[in-house]
């Protein structure tokens, strides 16, 4: 049962570098996120989907995008990426907005 | 629009003694209210969730949360910590359907033997 897998687990990438980051969930959930964690931050939400080929802006979008294709998986992009995106990465799934959400192991990116 | 407000970035208390993690929340519409926890360079794990049933919520490893919409408030209480509750905190919240899971800043709990 694999639940909510990320790949990469760590990357690092140059400054102006484009990447994706890939998140595939086995669950049939509805909603998927994308979030970063940075120390004294908390989670903060980049994008997030409520079914396959939607998408919406969380409070920290600017520098990302995303795509929910297929509703199993939902890519977040870098198109040219900074040192301030350097951060851990987590994705998420929920059924439903009021039940719980399943995480990924997270992405380690570092830009330099 | 929901927010989440955890008061005290860092908690730390003696093993056996009470854990109290405070969580407000802020939402327009009737909120759905979750605690996580994240263990060291892992994701995060539901410990309990409120939905607008009980509003005394008992989650995993022996922790509860109690809703009290007039304080609009949702705190996470253990009663016993134990070394293995050391790890971050995170109150969560989300609303009416099409919206996302908004998080807190987090609460660092530390237990000392």
């Known amino acids: 049962n694999a639940g909510v897998t990320q790949t990469p687990k760590f990357r690092v990438l140059k400054t102006g570098q484009s990447m994706t980051l890939l998140c595939a969930q086995d669950?049939?959930?509805?909603?998927m996120y994308w979030y970063r964690q940075d120390p004294g931050m908390g989670l903060r939400l980049i994008h997030y989907s409520v079914g396959e080929g939607t998408t919406a802006k969380g409070e920290v979008p600017d520098g990302y995008n995303v795509s929910r294709l297929k509703k199993q998986n939902f890519l977040l992009g870098l198109e040219s990426a900074a040192p301030s995106q350097t951060s851990v990465y987590f994705c998420a799934s929920s059924r439903t907005g009021a039940t719980e959400a399943f995480f990924g192991q997270g992405t380690r990116l570092t830009v330099v | 629009a929901q927010s989440v407000t955890q008061l005290g970035s860092h908690v730390s208390v003696s093993e056996g003694a009470l854990v109290l993690l405070r969580c407000n929340y802020s939402s327009s519409v009737p909120p759905y209210l979750f605690w996580y926890v994240q263990y060291p360079n892992q994701g995060l794990q539901l410990l309990l969730k409120y939905t607008s049933a009980a509003t005394l919520v008992k989650g995993i490893n022996g922790f509860e949360a109690e809703f009290k919409k007039s304080e609009t408030s949702f705190h996470l209480t253990k009663p016993s910590a134990h070394m293995s509750d050391a790890a971050e905190y995170f109150c969560?919240?989300?609303?009416?359907?099409?919206?996302?899971?908004?998080f807190g800043k987090g609460t660092t709990l530390s237990v000392s033997s």
């Open positions: 969560a919240v989300s609303g009416q359907a099409g919206t996302a899971l908004i």
């Open positions: 669950m049939n959930h509805e909603y």
